[in-house]
């Protein structure tokens, strides 16, 4: 079968050798990560639903998702919401099936307000679902068209769209930084020594030559907090803890800078009531955050591809970006002589979403080592991956895999 695999070698300057480089992570309590998280979790709910009632996944798509940041007042001790978050998920999937001579309704709005209430309790500690939050959804069937590519195959499924997906490895040591200190923050053991901490937590890294500038805006929950002064030593609590986690991560200077719109004179300080900035006007958009590998890196390749939400059968929007990330990886991981490889994938609409249009693999190699001498091993890795492409499924609806 032809993949029509493509291995080229760039002479791209590797991005550590860059002079500067800027690395964004929006963490999981932020409004793009968490309507990102709501599209997912409603896919997730259908995908379940359609299992355990028909022994298949029916099409859907609901890759479209609006969060509407509301209004609060938050105060030392205390505070309320004012006004409610409003999340909206829209998109396509199979509403009724035909079964017994007779059209049966598939119950996609209890699905969808369900799944999102579940998904948003189980991420986030100090918002509640019932009160904190209105949930609605403009979701409608699907096309006939793309209803009947996603039907159609008996074997591997049909392409549901012309996608682009892009992978790359390694992480740089400034994105393994960005990356691992949100994760570091919004890990459960730091929440149980800083409880304080909210789960909206963005990390910005600046790398000017070895010196790696972190900007960290992190919520805090104002219930938990009497006063200033407690407030204050969370925040140098906090900067401490990143700082000594940060030596473990990389030997670069890092200077941080721990919520530098604080004004302490004027009485500004980040409290929540909630723990994402989502209570009090701040709105996301599905796709709008991280990228495939959970990064924003301006200075690497990447698909502007909303992987959250697309269901995980035939939309290659989703597949191919963890397809193509998961080819980085494995060819960095397993060649010798390389320093980044970057995966390019395309689809074709209606085509076998292991028959893609193009796989370009470009790598940057280490001084001495030639295209010739590891080619063959990189399109071997590249072409055993696609075709286990359709084992990604199951890996995303079990959670294996982190997309955002």
Same mark, same amino acid.
């Given at each position: 079968?032809?993949?029509?695999?493509?291995?080229?070698?760039?002479?791209?300057?590797?991005?550590?050798?860059?002079?500067?480089?800027?690395?964004?992570?929006?963490?999981?309590?932020?409004? +793009?990560?968490?309507? +990102?998280?709501?599209?997912?979790?409603?896919?997730?709910?259908?995908?379940?639903?359609?299992?355990?009632?028909?022994?298949?996944?029916?099409?859907?798509?609901?890759?479209?998702?609006?969060?509407?940041?509301?209004?609060?007042?938050?105060?030392?001790?205390?505070?309320?919401?004012?006004?409610?978050?409003?999340?909206?998920?829209?998109?396509?999937?199979?509403?009724?099936?035909?079964?017994?001579?007779?059209?049966?309704?598939?119950?996609?709005?209890?699905?969808?307000?369900?799944?999102?209430?579940?998904?948003?309790?189980?991420?986030?500690?100090?918002?509640?679902?019932?009160?904190?939050?209105?949930?609605?959804?403009?979701?409608?069937?699907?096309?006939?068209?793309?209803?009947?590519?996603?039907?159609?195959?008996?074997?591997?499924?049909?392409? *549901?769209?012309?996608?682009?997906?892009?992978?790359?490895?390694?992480?740089?040591?400034?994105?393994?930084?960005?990356?691992?200190?949100?994760?570091?923050?919004?890990? +459960?053991?730091?929440?149980?020594? $800083?409880?304080?901490?909210?789960?909206?937590?963005?990390?910005?890294?600046?790398?000017?030559?070895?010196?790696?500038?972190?900007?960290?805006?992190?919520?805090?929950?104002?219930?938990?907090?009497?006063?200033?002064?407690?407030?204050?030593?969370?925040?140098?609590?906090?900067?401490?803890?990143?700082?000594?986690?940060?030596?473990?991560?990389?030997?670069?200077?890092?200077?941080?800078?721990?919520?530098?719109?604080?004004?302490?004179?004027?009485?500004?300080?980040?409290?929540? %009531?909630?723990?994402?900035?989502?209570?009090?006007? +701040?709105?996301?958009?599905?796709?709008?955050?991280?990228?495939?590998?959970?990064?924003?890196?301006?200075?690497?390749?990447?698909?502007?591809?909303?992987?959250?939400?697309?269901?995980?059968?035939?939309?290659?929007?989703?597949?191919?970006?963890?397809?193509?990330?998961?080819?980085?990886?494995?060819?960095? *991981?397993?060649?010798?002589?390389?320093?980044? %490889?970057?995966?390019?994938?395309?689809?074709? $609409?209606?085509?076998?979403?292991?028959?893609?249009?193009?796989?370009?693999?470009?790598?940057?190699?280490?001084?001495?080592?030639?295209?010739?001498?590891?080619?063959?091993?990189?399109?071997?890795?590249?072409?055993?991956?696609?075709?286990?492409?359709?084992?990604?499924?199951?890996?995303?609806?079990?959670?294996?895999?982190?997309?955002?």
């Amino acid at each position: 079968m032809d993949r029509h695999i493509h291995i080229e070698q760039l002479k791209n300057t590797a991005i550590e050798d860059l002079e500067v480089e800027i690395v964004e992570r929006k963490g999981q309590g932020h409004p +793009d990560s968490l309507i +990102d998280g709501a599209s997912e979790s409603v896919s997730r709910a259908l995908c379940e639903y359609y299992l355990q009632n028909y022994g298949n996944i029916l099409h859907h798509n609901v890759d479209k998702g609006l969060l509407v940041g509301g209004r609060s007042n938050p105060v030392f001790g205390g505070g309320d919401v004012i006004e409610p978050i409003y999340v909206i998920v829209a998109g396509r999937a199979v509403s009724f099936i035909a079964k017994e001579n007779k059209m049966e309704p598939i119950p996609v709005g209890r699905l969808t307000v369900s799944a999102i209430k579940k998904f948003f309790k189980s991420n986030m500690r100090f918002l509640d679902p019932e009160k904190h939050i209105i949930v609605d959804y403009r979701i409608k069937q699907g096309s006939a068209d793309l209803i009947h590519i996603f039907e159609k195959s008996k074997g591997i499924p049909s392409s *549901n769209d012309t996608s682009i997906g892009v992978g790359y490895a390694p992480l740089s040591p400034t994105e393994r930084l960005v990356l691992e200190t949100e994760r570091f923050l919004n890990s +459960d053991k730091l929440k149980k020594e $800083i409880p304080e901490l909210g789960e909206d937590i963005k990390v910005m890294g600046l790398r000017k030559h070895r010196e790696i500038n972190l900007t960290i805006a992190a919520a805090t929950i104002s219930s938990l907090i009497p006063d200033k002064s407690h407030y204050v030593s969370i925040m140098e609590d906090t900067k401490k803890r990143v700082e000594d986690f940060s030596s473990k991560i990389t030997d670069m200077d890092v200077k941080l800078k721990m919520n530098p719109a604080d004004d302490y004179q004027r009485g500004v300080f980040y409290l929540t %009531v909630t723990g994402t900035s989502a209570e009090a006007g +701040d709105d996301g958009n599905t796709g709008r955050g991280n990228r495939s590998n959970g990064l924003i890196t301006p200075l690497r390749e990447c698909s502007m591809e909303a992987s959250a939400g697309k269901n995980p059968v035939n939309h290659t929007g989703k597949l191919f970006n963890i397809l193509a990330q998961r080819i980085a990886d494995k060819v960095y *991981n397993e060649v010798k002589g390389i320093r980044e %490889v970057y995966t390019r994938m395309l689809s074709c $609409i209606g085509n076998p979403i292991d028959q893609p249009q193009i796989a370009s693999v470009a790598l940057v190699l280490e001084q001495g080592i030639s295209l010739s001498s590891i080619k063959t091993d990189v399109e071997s890795i590249t072409e055993e991956q696609i075709s286990k492409v359709t084992d990604l499924t199951s890996l995303i609806l079990s959670g294996s895999i982190r997309f955002f």
